[in-house]
């Protein structure tokens, strides 16, 4: 896609300085920039660049103001950052405006989608699903029987939803992720073999989440696991059956949550962290990286360490596990000292 530079002025209401007709096709950082890309600068330690960028077009501030001539075209704006930001989302958007159903794909006689769907080629809508509008599906996706998807959602390549899972507007799926699977429910028998509990529950995931890739969410054993509005997964993520995550809580890669724990509202749990099923997490807890969680957390709590601890009392505590081979040696040192004179 090319853009000329009358088009992104107009798109961020800048005022351009220089030739209006500049074309770009690409992004790139300003000490990068090429013949035929865009690049921005908001950064003062950057400056320099700006007189040797070969971009064709870069976004500034109003109040930038060259001392020497430029060869790029400048793009003036109230605040060059956030205009590049604005202009990254709008590109996305465009990148990603699909329409149409691929083939070969499989769409059953019962299943209903809205206006602007996009199928991938190799998808699969099972036995009574509806999709609304301006879904986009990508290839290799699979829709289970009786899965709900509201308007604007986005499954890309390789998702897998199961059966019976309902997923709300606005909802972002990315590569690889499953919803739906069994939850890990298994019973031993008086032989001490392991027979699998059925799980008949489903996932409910509500509007605005996004779930990175390869992140599983399992259906309850019964009744449903539950990410409410706003929640924010990233990748290689693993919650379990019953799980229910609250409004605008956000989780980093690689962190698992195990059966029936509820967790609150605004939370903030770190990459790799370990929490312990049936216990309750209170609103806007904050978990740092690599803490392991063993049982209900209050309100407001910080917590780091396994088992985790206050976050205040864990860094005192961590000072003293330094000095700890220091305090052995003091410790010897005055045993032989009592002996000595004992």
């Known amino acids: 896609m090319k853009f000329k530079a009358s ?38 330690k950057y400056t320099s660049y700006i007189y040797s960028t070969k971009a064709s077009i870069t976004i500034v501030n109003d109040s930038f103001e060259a001392d020497q001539p430029v060869s790029t075209t400048l793009i003036k704006v109230k605040d060059a950052y956030k205009a590049f930001s604005t202009l990254l989302e709008y590109y996305n958007q465009v990148k990603l405006r699909k329409s149409g159903i691929e083939q070969p794909s499989y769409i059953s006689a019962s299943a209903e989608y809205g206006e602007d769907v996009y199928l991938g080629a190799f998808t699969y809508l099972g036995e009574n699903v509806k999709i609304g509008k301006n879904v986009k599906i990508y290839p290799y996706a699979y829709v289970g029987d009786n899965t709900v998807i509201g308007d604007n959602s986005t499954l890309f390549a390789g998702v897998k939803v199961y059966s019976e899972t309902i997923i709300g507007e606005n ?113 806007r807890v904050k978990i740092q990286a690599q803490s392991g969680i063993g049982r209900n957390v209050k309100d407001d709590e910080v917590l780091q360490g396994s088992p985790a601890i206050g976050y205040s009392d864990y860094n005192k505590s961590f000072i003293h596990f330094k000095n700890l081979p220091k305090t052995v040696d003091l410790l010897h040192q005055l045993d032989k000292k009592v002996n000595k004179n004992g």
């Open 7 to 44: 088009q992104i002025a107009e798109i961020l209401e800048g005022t351009i300085v220089g030739n209006p007709d500049a074309e770009v096709s690409e992004l790139a950082k300003i000490e990068e920039g090429k013949d035929g890309s865009l690049t921005f600068l908001s950064n003062p």
């Open 171 to 283: 909802v972002t799926l990315h590569g690889g992720a499953i919803v739906g699977a069994d939850g890990f429910g298994f019973s031993p028998n008086e032989k001490g073999e392991y027979a699998k509990v059925p799980q008949i529950g489903n996932v409910v995931i509500e509007d605005n989440v996004d779930i990175g890739a390869g992140t599983t969410i399992d259906r309850a054993t019964l009744g449903s696991t539950i990410i409410r509005k706003g929640v924010k997964l990233d990748n290689h993520i693993q919650i379990a059956h019953n799980v229910e995550i609250g409004e605008n809580t956000v989780i980093a890669a690689q962190t698992g949550v195990a059966g029936s724990t509820k967790i609150g509202k605004n939370c903030i749990i770190g990459g790799q962290v370990g929490i312990v099923g049936h216990i309750t997490i209170g609103d």
